[in-house]
């Protein structure tokens, strides 16, 4: 099984049929699971023929081939031929057996590229032959209902390019359809409302090429995936009588036989044709439209909730916001309305249409006029945007999570261009991949923090709480929060790309601070009151470590009352070996308190790993909140 991500979306597919078996975004799965009590496949491919032949019997040349439906391709093993990071490819290669069933030469070749919040469905027939190759090859895969309740009825809706005048056919007799026979496909404003009932019949089969493309929308009619393709033939489907919690949205390059058709192979309906040497390629693709980046007048970065389709700016309540310019940038060939760069009022929440063929989505921008956020995130990057991928997922996580929250740049801090007077809190995450293991590094990574320390000591000395994480926690020092002037001294990492995939759970140890405000309401492992864990098996972790080795070999702190009293720090979580990777520096006299968490554990971006189920994960998450809440009181 190979899996390909991208940091919004991962696949999987296996070498067996080259099938599809996995599309995983949002924090769900789209793709069905392959339950057999309704159906045992997961996105099959189809080829050579599609649907069923008549009897399971078709000729070529005076001679009777036995074929069963959807022909042999979907249970045959591939070779990988090619793997990249948002590419993989398969291919199956005639051979003495395929040859018994399809008299045909040929070369299958099978890709998956994914892009963005997008998957692309590759396919090449080669003719490897001396003769004329006579092919059908088709899609069938199955997505999960949005919020499919078995309970109900309805299931959803279909949404296609074209409006009305749409007709289908059924399947009659063994398999085989009756193409003489049309019905209307009613839609309702629109739509085709789908419900226990719409497939009683089977499959409804949409021929010469009246629909381009197929959208899912939800109950409440909000687009959920959309299928584009060229192909002729479209089937919709969904096991009859069943019950079934998935809908089949299959793009064919042929159909089943017309019931009782026992004419030439090369006659049926929808049949594709080859020359020697020649090849055929398809492309099927999973639309989708999504808004990646909002700024406002160029200058104020916008928080997009993907979820929930939402986009909070905060700007200062100087600026007029009845007449503000935004800039947005789109998924690969959307457009959006109201377009970037027009002039717009956002006195009250907007509305912005983000549209791909008919995949499409509406997002609500908000723009929030405040002078004094009561927390920020403080980030070396002059926008939340242009962080690196960990700590935009730390600093997202916090304005959609954190009241009255704002992320600001070290340089707005130095500038005076962000009213702190009501903020309570400032948070910083740094990740620089491959470690900081000394000062020096640390100024060199982090000049902008350097440049401001004048300005954030006076913050911190006059009761502003600091939360620095892994790298940042060097910074405690810069501040004059420690007795002795050290950073931690035991540092390592890795880089996002090459980090360490977990062989089990991953925790640091609370012993002696088990009631800490720090740890509380965390997801325990069963009898493990002293452990926090943070992510689980099959997780991708740079194992970012700043922390306080003990022991009079490294760092002069022979016990960890020394390093207490040397140091000036409390010691709140420890690594296996005993070093400290939790702290505290407590309030005193004016100053603000600042709580450090540098073990390797706390880590918010596996690159190429979904951890959306991770069952530790969300700790990660928690542990934050914690530490922001206790030290402002909360």
């Keep these: 099984m190979e899996t390909l991500f991208n940091g919004r979306l991962s696949i999987e597919v296996s070498a067996h049929g080259a099938e599809l078996c996995s599309i995983f ?16 496949r997961h996105s099959p491919v189809l080829f050579p023929i599609v649907g069923s032949v008549w009897e399971n019997e078709y000729r070529n040349e005076d001679t009777t081939y036995v074929l069963t439906q959807h022909g042999f391709a979907r249970d045959m093993e591939f070779t990988l031929i090619s793997e990249e990071n948002d590419e993989v490819r398969y291919q199956l290669v005639s051979n003495e057996e395929t040859l018994k069933k399809y008299p045909f030469p040929f070369r299958l070749t099978i890709g998956y590229r994914i892009r963005e919040k997008k998957v692309d469905v590759m396919w090449e027939v080669e003719n490897t032959g001396e003769k004329e190759m006579h092919f059908q090859i088709g899609a069938h895969p199955a997505f999960y209902y949005p919020d499919f309740d078995a309970e109900t009825q309805e299931r959803g809706f279909f949404g296609f390019n074209k409006k009305s005048g749409l007709k289908y056919i059924l399947i009659s007799e063994k398999g085989c359809a009756d193409p003489d026979t049309q ?4 839609l309702t404003n629109d739509l085709l409302p789908l419900d226990t009932h719409t497939f009683d019949k089977d499959a409804l089969i949409l021929e010469g090429s009246q629909v381009r493309r197929v959208t899912l929308y939800n109950k409440e009619k909000a687009p959920y995936l959309s299928l584009h393709f060229d192909a002729p033939v479209v089937g919709l489907w969904s096991p009859p009588a069943k019950n079934a919690p998935f809908v089949c949205i299959e793009p064919w390059y042929g159909r089943c036989d017309k019931a009782h058709y026992t004419g030439e192979y090369k006659d049926k309906d929808w049949i594709q044709h080859l020359q020697p040497e020649e090849d055929y390629t398809v492309n099927i693709k999973h639309d989708e439209a999504r808004i990646l980046s909002f700024k406002l007048n160029d200058a104020y970065a916008g928080v997009i909730d993907q979820t929930k389709r939402t986009i909070t700016v905060r700007v200062p309540s100087s600026v007029n916001i009845k007449n503000m310019v935004p800039i947005i940038t789109t ?7 109201p377009a970037s760069g027009q002039a717009i009022d956002f006195s009250n929440p907007v509305e912005f249409t983000v549209s791909y063929n008919t995949a499409s989505a509406v997002y609500t921008v908000t723009v929030i006029p405040t002078d004094a956020p009561s927390a920020v995130y403080v980030g070396l990057a002059a926008t939340l945007n242009e962080l690196n991928p960990e700590e ?4 997202t996580w916090m304005l959609n999570n954190i009241a009255n929250s704002q992320y600001i740049s070290f340089e707005d801090v130095q500038a005076g261009r962000v009213d702190l007077s009501e903020c309570e809190i400032m948070w910083w995450h740094l990740h620089i991949d491959g470690g900081i293991d000394n000062m020096d590094k640390f100024e060199k990574a982090a000049p902008a923090a350097i440049n401001a320390l004048v300005k954030m000591k006076d913050l911190y000395n006059n009761g502003m709480n600091l939360l620095l994480t ?3 926690t060097y910074y405690a020092a810069k501040l004059g929060a420690t007795l002795d002037g050290n950073n931690p001294n035991n540092c390592w990492g890795q880089s996002e790309e090459s980090g360490e995939i977990v062989g089990g759970a991953w925790n640091f140890f609370i012993q002696g601070h088990e009631s800490h405000a720090l740890y509380q309401n965390l997801v325990m492992n069963s009898g493990e009151t002293d452990k926090v864990y943070t992510f689980d098996t099959g997780y991708r972790t740079t194992n970012s470590t700043a922390q306080w080795h003990i022991g009079s070999d490294w760092g002069g702190y022979a016990t960890n009352e020394v390093w207490r009293t040397n140091h000036g720090g409390v010691d709140l979580g420890y690594g296996g070996d005993g070093a400290i990777v939790a702290w505290e520096y407590l309030p005193k006299d004016s100053r603000g308190g600042i709580v450090c968490i540098g073990s390797g554990c706390y880590d918010w971006y596996a690159y190429g790993i979904d951890a959306s189920a991770d069952k530790y994960h969300g700790n990660v998450a928690k542990l934050t909140e914690n530490a922001i809440d206790y030290l402002t009181g909360k």
């Excluded at 019905?183 to 009613?186: D, E, G, M, S, W």
């Excluded at 998924?331 to 309305?337: E, L, R």
């Design 25 to 40: 975004s949002n924090g769900k799965e789209y793709l069905w699971q392959a339950d057999p009590a309704f159906w045992k």
């Design 183 to 186: 019905y209307p496909l009613k």
């Design 331 to 337: 998924s690969a060939g959307a457009t959006v309305m």
């Design 392 to 395: 935009k997922e730390a600093a």
């Design 470 to 472: 892994r790298y940042a």
